[in-house]
């Protein structure tokens, strides 16, 4: 599957920014698409994930009550709604998938079995 993200900006510290990830090449629901972060000098963090088949979410503590993952079935996108921003957000966020053997596949966390990386957009959170 290929992913484009866009959305990616510049916003004051309290703001909201809305980040989307166009995926193509998907052949079933048995995906797994999310987001990961990494800002200079620190190490990738786990954002959110969505399952395809019945949008179950999963949230890092990091942005959880914050972020909102979302997906649009017609437009195969997903979505990432981020509000109440703050500096400590500032990075650059990449949208991930991964392609399940079943339907009810746990959602995870861990990088490595996302094999699919979109090209990543900036978001600067200024205070």
């Known amino acids: 599957v290929q992913l484009q993200a866009s959305g990616g900006g510049l916003v004051q510290a309290g703001g909201s920014l809305r980040l989307s990830c166009a995926t193509s090449?998907?052949?079933?629901?048995?995906?797994?698409v999310g987001w990961f972060r990494q800002a200079p000098g620190k190490e990738r963090e786990f954002v959110a994930v969505?399952?395809?088949?019945?949008?179950?979410?999963y949230y890092g503590d990091s942005v959880k009550g914050r972020f909102t993952i979302s997906k649009n079935s017609a437009k195969n996108t997903v979505d990432l709604q981020m509000t109440s921003l703050k500096p400590e957000d500032t990075a650059l966020y990449y949208c991930?998938?991964?392609?399940?053997?079943?339907?009810?596949?746990?959602?995870?966390?861990?990088?490595?079995?996302?094999?699919?990386w979109g090209q990543g957009t900036q978001v600067t959170v200024s205070s």
């Open positions: 991930v998938a991964r392609s399940t053997g079943s339907f009810r596949v746990t959602l995870t966390k861990e990088a490595n079995v996302y094999r699919s």
């Open positions: 090449g998907r052949t079933s629901s048995k995906y797994h």
């Open positions: 969505i399952r395809w088949f019945d949008d179950d979410t």
